[in-house]
């Protein structure tokens, strides 16, 4: 079975400043994708980012980009240029390509706080 | 387009009732999966449904059930609720026609409270 983990239960970062949250995952397969979803006071989960194993270059979204190590079986997501708004549970996630269905495993989030 | 739509969005049960919760998926899409979000837990798969059919299941007792019906909107019920149950249920759906990776839309989710 796959597991995720989580190691942060809490980071901080100062409005403008760059902060990494950590994720590893443990895993037999070869072909998974990984994400990184948010989840707002509000409660919905928002995509953040994802990565597909097979693609070697790190994904990028604005802000958002991973630094993403196979071998290593390691998972960073690194925000620059915080914002207040990026305050929020963040959970990496580890979806199977090799078996059939959208079942995701989830870590067990880091809760980012924003300073002004 | 709508996004994925959990009704209620609030539910006080007590031990012992059963209970059902209500997932609209985003247009067009057939997959719908639900998750239990709890502080000790964390977030778990309860099962996923695909044209109608459970296509995946989570390590969960049958009490713990579900359905999609034919234009994919899903329910989920919950039979003799324990304490336990309380928690965030979240719904999410995604078109899995588009292929590799295509990512979860998750709803607002019910939080459920058995007393």
């Known amino acids: 079975a796959q597991t995720v983990t989580q190691s942060q239960p809490e980071m901080s970062v100062q409005e403008a400043e760059t902060v990494t949250l950590s994720c590893t995952y443990d895993?037999?397969?070869?072909?998974?994708?990984l994400f990184w979803y948010k989840q707002p006071p509000s409660r919905q989960m928002i995509l953040v980012i994802r990565?597909?194993?097979?693609?070697?270059q790190n994904a990028t979204e604005n802000r958002f980009s991973v630094n993403f190590q196979k071998a290593a079986k390691s998972f960073s997501l690194k925000i620059s240029d915080s914002q207040l708004g990026d305050a929020a549970m963040y959970f990496c996630?580890?979806?199977?390509?090799?078996?059939?269905?959208?079942?995701?495993?989830f870590g067990e989030g880091t809760q980012l706080t924003v300073n002004p | 387009k709508a996004g994925v739509t959990q009704t209620p969005r609030y539910l006080i049960k007590t031990r012992g009732q059963q209970v059902t919760l209500s997932c609209s998926p985003i247009?067009?899409?057939?997959?719908v999966s639900w998750y239990q979000q709890t502080p000790g837990q964390g977030l778990q798969f309860l099962f996923e449904?695909?044209?109608?059919?459970?296509?995946n299941k989570g390590n969960f007792p049958g009490r713990f059930s579900g359905r999609q019906f034919s234009n994919s909107r899903s329910e989920m019920n919950v039979s003799t609720l324990e304490l336990g149950d309380s928690a965030l249920y979240l719904c999410?759906?995604?078109?899995?026609?588009?292929?590799?990776?295509?990512?979860?839309?998750f709803g607002n989710g019910t939080r459920l409270t058995v007393t």
């Open positions: 449904y695909f044209s109608e059919t459970q296509r």
């Open positions: 996630a580890y979806r199977s390509e090799e078996t059939s269905g959208s079942r995701l495993t």
């Open positions: 990565q597909e194993a097979y693609k070697q």
């Open positions: 247009s067009g899409h057939r997959s």
């Open positions: 895993t037999s397969e070869s072909d998974y994708y």
């Open positions: 999410a759906s995604s078109l899995a026609e588009q292929g590799r990776g295509s990512p979860l839309h």
